[in-house]
């Protein structure tokens, strides 16, 4: 009788080691800017997320969006649990993701969002104060402009982002003068 052992945990592989820092660098909070990218073009800029000229490339086919002054916040993802079997009472099913960013390029982009809402074709990248992070997976796009009864308050797009993926997004350095200026295709 032959028995088979795992080599390595249902994860796909060993898990990294923790690594700690006594005087760790701080990243600061806020979806500071935004891109869409296509789902076609997501694996480019993967292979080399600081790569500028790459990023450019894509703004310029069009296969990136880039939103580049946004405030917003990346809620708690919530991953469903399900039944185990054996001695496992649960396990981790898939991860739910959502974001919530406003743009005040208002009067300009109803066209735009109008439109992007109705696409499935791009996947996000957000923006901390330092780092951006990639959903990898294609996200449903929400879009709102509701208006307050305030005379002082501006009128700014309420975006929803949504997506599935069983990982948390994992942060990059900001590739250089990308989302510091405004840039528009064409």
Not at 36 to 63: C, E, I, R
Not at 81 to 103: Q, R, Y
Not at 118 to 144: D, G, L
Request: aromatic share 12%; hydrophobic share 30%; proline share 8%.
């Amino acid at each position: 009788m032959s028995v088979y052992y795992p080599a390595s945990n249902c994860g796909g592989g060993a898990v990294p080691d923790y690594t700690c820092n006594p005087c760790p660098t701080y990243e600061y909070g806020r979806i500071r800017s935004i891109a869409f990218v296509k789902t076609s073009y997501v694996a480019t800029l993967l292979a080399d997320p600081t790569n500028s000229a790459l990023w450019s490339t894509g703004m310029d086919s069009g296969d990136v969006v880039v939103i580049w002054k946004t405030q917003g916040s990346y809620n708690a993802p919530s991953t469903t649990e399900l039944p185990g079997f054996g001695d496992e009472a649960t396990v981790n099913g898939n991860t739910t993701h959502s974001l919530t960013f406003k743009d005040v390029s208002y009067a300009d982009n109803c066209d735009f969002y109008n439109a992007i809402k109705n696409s499935s074709e791009y996947t996000a990248v957000y923006r901390t104060s330092s780092k951006i992070h990639f959903t990898e997976q294609p996200v449903t796009i929400t879009p709102s402009n509701p208006v307050a009864d305030d005379i002082n308050s501006i009128v700014v797009w309420e975006v929803g982002l949504k997506w599935t993926n069983p990982d948390s997004p994992c942060p990059y350095d900001t590739p250089a003068n990308i989302f510091d200026v405004c840039a528009v295709n064409g």
